[in-house]
C-alpha cells in the first residue's frame, strides 16, 4: 500500500512539474506581441459600391462663438451692436467694475509703497557697506597706531603722520558735506512723492464724496447705497494712508537713514582721530599705558567691525524682505488686473456680433451667453444626417456639389475638411458631423442657417 502511495505522488510531481515548465514557456518565453499602428481613419474609406453619397447640411460661418462672463455683475455699458464688425481684442460688453477698479488703485498704491521700501532698505544696504568698510579702516588705523607707539618716532613718520592728520580733516569735512545733501535728497524726494500721493488720493474722494452726499440727500436705499458708501470708504482709506505717510516723512528720516547717512561721517572722524593719536604718540613717546590704550583701540576697532557686520546682514535681510513685499504687491496687482479685465468680454477674433443677449442694468449670471460673434470671412456646410452607413466611404479631401433650398438653380462646391470622430444620435439614426469648406461665392445672398442638400463623389 505504501508503494502505491509513492508511485501516485511522483506522478503528481511529475504533471505538476510539466504544467509548470508548460506555463513557463507560454508566459515569459514568448516573443512579445508588435504594438499596434495608429491608423487615420479619416484618411481611409472603403468602396461601398456607391459613387455619390449624399446628406443634409446647413450653412455655418467659419468661426462662432457664444461668449458669457466668468463672475456675475451689472451690465454698465454695451459697446457694440448686432451686425457690427468688430476686431480681435475689442471691448464688447462691461460690467460695472467699481470694486474691481478701487481693489486695483489700492493694489497699485501698495506696490508703489513696497518699491519704496525696497529702495531704502537697499540705501541701508550702501550704508551698512559703507560702515563695514569704516570699520575695516579702523582697525588697520588702530593696529598701525599700536605699532607707531610701540616704535621710536623719527623725523619722516613724524611728518608723515602730521600729513594723515590734515587728510583726515579733510576727509571728515566732505563726509560731513555727503551725509547733509544725501539726507536733505532722500528726504525731499520721499516728501515730494507722499503729497503727490496725497493729492490723488483727495482728487480720487471728491467726486465720490459728491456721489455719495447725492445718494443720501436723495434718500436712495439699497445697492446703489451700499456701493456708494463701499466707495466712498475705500478713498478715505487712501487719503488716510497717504497722509499717514506724509506725516512719517515729514517728522524726519528714520534712524535707519540716519545711520547710513551718519556712516561716512564717523568713519571719517574715527580715522582723523586716529591719525592726531598716531601723531601725539609719536611726539610724546611710547609709555606703558600709551601701549595699553593702543591696544584697547585696536579691540575696540575689531569690535566696531563686528557690529558693523551685524548690521550689513540685518541690512541685506531687509532688502530679501522688501524684494518679497515687493514681488507680492505685484502679484496683487496682476490679481487685480485679471479680477478687472474679467469685467469686461472682449472679442477672441475679428469677426460680426451676431447677437447680444443682454441689456443694460441686468444683473448678469457667470456662464449664461452674453454676446454671439461670427467669423463670416467664408463659408462651411456642417452635415445633420450623414449615416453611419455612408461614413465609412467618406474621407478627407473629396470633392463636394451642394445645392442650397433657398437658391434654386445654385450649385456651390466644396471639399470634405473634417468628419466627427464621435457620433450622433438623430431620429434614431446613428450619424457623423462632416464638415465641408465652400469656395467663395461672394455673388451670393448666403445667411447661417440655411439648408442645403450636398453630395459627396466617393468615387475619386
Known amino acids: ?35 499596434a499602428t495608429a491608423v487615420d481613419v479619416n484618411s481611409v474609406s472603403v468602396d461601398t459600391g456607391l459613387d455619390v453619397v449624399s446628406a443634409e447640411g446647413q450653412i455655418v460661418p467659419l468661426r462662432d462663438v457664444s461668449l458669457a462672463f466668468q463672475v456675475p455683475g451689472q451690465t454698465a455699458e454695451i459697446l457694440a451692436a448686432v451686425g457690427d464688425v ?100 532722500v528726504a525731499d524726494a520721499q516728501i515730494r512723492a507722499a503729497e503727490a500721493q496725497l493729492r490723488a488720493a483727495q482728487s480720487a474722494l471728491t467726486p465720490i464724496q459728491t456721489a455719495y452726499d447725492q445718494i443720501t440727500g436723495n434718500e436712495v436705499e439699497g445697492d446703489a447705497r451700499i ?26 528720516a528714520t534712524e535707519a537713514e540716519r545711520r547710513a547717512a551718519t556712516g561716512g561721517v564717523a568713519a571719517a572722524t574715527a580715522q582723523r582721530a586716529a591719525a592726531q593719536a598716531q601723531l601725539d604718540l609719536l611726539l610724546a613717546g611710547a609709555k606703558p599705558e600709551q601701549i595699553a590704550v593702543a591696544e584697547a583701540g585696536v579691540a575696540q576697532a575689531q569690535a566696531a567691525a563686528v557690529e558693523a557686520s551685524l548690521g550689513l546682514e540685518q541690512a541685506e535681510l531687509a532688502v530679501t524682505q522688501a524684494e518679497t513685499a515687493v514681488a507680492q504687491a505685484e502679484t496683487a496687482v496682476a490679481v487685480a488686473q485679471e479680477a478687472l479685465d474679467k469685467m469686461t468680454l472682449t472679442a477672441p477674433f475679428a469677426g460680426m456680433v451676431g447677437d447680444i443677449t443682454v441689456e443694460l442694468g441686468e444683473l448678469v449670471a457667470p456662464g449664461v451667453p452674453a454676446v454671439v460673434l461670427a467669423d463670416f470671412s467664408g463659408w462651411q456646410i456642417k452635415t445633420t444626417d450623414l449615416t453611419e452607413l455612408d461614413i465609412v466611404a467618406v474621407e478627407l479631401g473629396l470633392p463636394v456639389s451642394a445645392t442650397i433650398d433657398a437658391l434654386p438653380g445654385e450649385t456651390l462646391n466644396g471639399t470634405v475638411s473634417d468628419i466627427a470622430s464621435a457620433a450622433s444620435i438623430v431620429r434614431g439614426d446613428v450619424t457623423y458631423v462632416v464638415t465641408i469648406d465652400l469656395e467663395d461665392r461672394p455673388d451670393l445672398p448666403l445667411r447661417w442657417g440655411m439648408t442645403v442638400f450636398v453630395n459627396v463623389d466617393v468615387a475619386e
Open 1 to 35: 500500500m505504501n508503494v502505491k502511495r509513492l508511485l501516485i505522488g511522483l506522478f503528481v510531481i511529475i504533471v505538476l512539474a510539466g504544467g509548470g515548465f508548460f506555463a513557463y514557456q507560454q508566459f515569459f518565453t514568448s516573443e512579445p506581441e508588435s504594438e
Open 86 to 185: 468688430v476686431a480681435a481684442g475689442a471691448p464688447l460688453v462691461r460690467l460695472d467694475a467699481a470694486d474691481q477698479e478701487i481693489g486695483l488703485e489700492q493694489a497699485q498704491a501698495g506696490l508703489i509703497q513696497a518699491q519704496a521700501n525696497l529702495e531704502t532698505a537697499r540705501a541701508g544696504v550702501l550704508g551698512a557697506e559703507t560702515a563695514v568698510s569704516a570699520a575695516q579702516v579702523g582697525i588697520s588705523a588702530a593696529e598701525a597706531n599700536l605699532a607707531l607707539v610701540k616704535a621710536a618716532a623719527s623725523a619722516e613718520q613724524v611728518a608723515l603722520s602730521e600729513a594723515s592728520v590734515d587728510v583726515a580733516d579733510a576727509g571728515v569735512s566732505q563726509a560731513a558735506g555727503s551725509r547733509d545733501a544725501a539726507l536733505e535728497a
Open 227 to 252: 456701493q456708494a458708501e463701499l466707495q466712498l470708504n475705500a478713498a478715505r482709506a487712501q487719503v488716510a494712508a497717504a497722509q499717514a505717510k506724509l506725516d512719517e516723512l515729514t517728522a524726519g
